[in-house]
């Protein structure tokens, strides 16, 4: 069965040996970027196992916390990034751009999911 119609829609089909129709992207890198390692683990855990299910690598761009651990367990590689999330400092924030952008060059992701305000606008840069 082949999907078709929308350009956005993946082409897929049901046989074959893998279920996953995204299997051939194994080496694809996904990076979730967020405030806290607790934020993702309690709201986008879904999402994480949901990429793994479907074959791509999970990286979180995060300050590590306590959290840290569990996000680990899921099977996601923790990249430790300079977050102040209620800074209002321009040099501090120049630091997480830079961060990010030296991030991003290094792991070359196919995607970059920010969920909270500072990723968002420092990570789309």
């Known amino acids: 069965m082949t999907v078709t119609g929308s350009p956005y829609v993946m082409q897929s089909r049901i046989?074959?040996?893998?279920?996953?129709p995204y299997a051939g992207r194994m080496d694809s890198n996904i990076v979730l970027?967020?405030?806290?390692?607790?934020?993702?683990?309690?709201?986008?855990?879904?999402?994480?196992a949901r990429l793994q299910a479907h074959g791509y690598?999970?990286?979180?761009?995060?300050?590590r916390d306590d959290a840290a651990p569990l996000l680990e367990a899921l099977g996601v590689t923790v990249?430790?990034?300079?977050?102040?999330?209620?800074?209002?400092?321009?040099?501090?924030?120049?630091?997480?751009?830079?961060?990010?952008?030296r991030l991003f060059r290094r792991?070359?992701?196919?995607?970059?999911l920010?969920?909270?305000?500072k990723p968002n606008i420092y990570a789309g840069l």
């Open 15 to 20: 046989e074959g040996p893998s279920p996953r």
């Open 33 to 48: 970027a967020a405030n806290s390692c607790w934020n993702l683990i309690n709201f986008r855990a879904p999402i994480i």
């Open 57 to 63: 690598k999970v990286s979180a761009a995060v300050p």
């Open 79 to 101: 990249h430790d990034v300079p977050i102040d999330p209620r800074g209002l400092s321009p040099i501090r924030d120049a630091r997480l751009a830079a961060s990010y952008w």
């Open 107 to 112: 792991l070359r992701p196919a995607a970059v």
């Open 114 to 117: 920010a969920f909270t305000p």
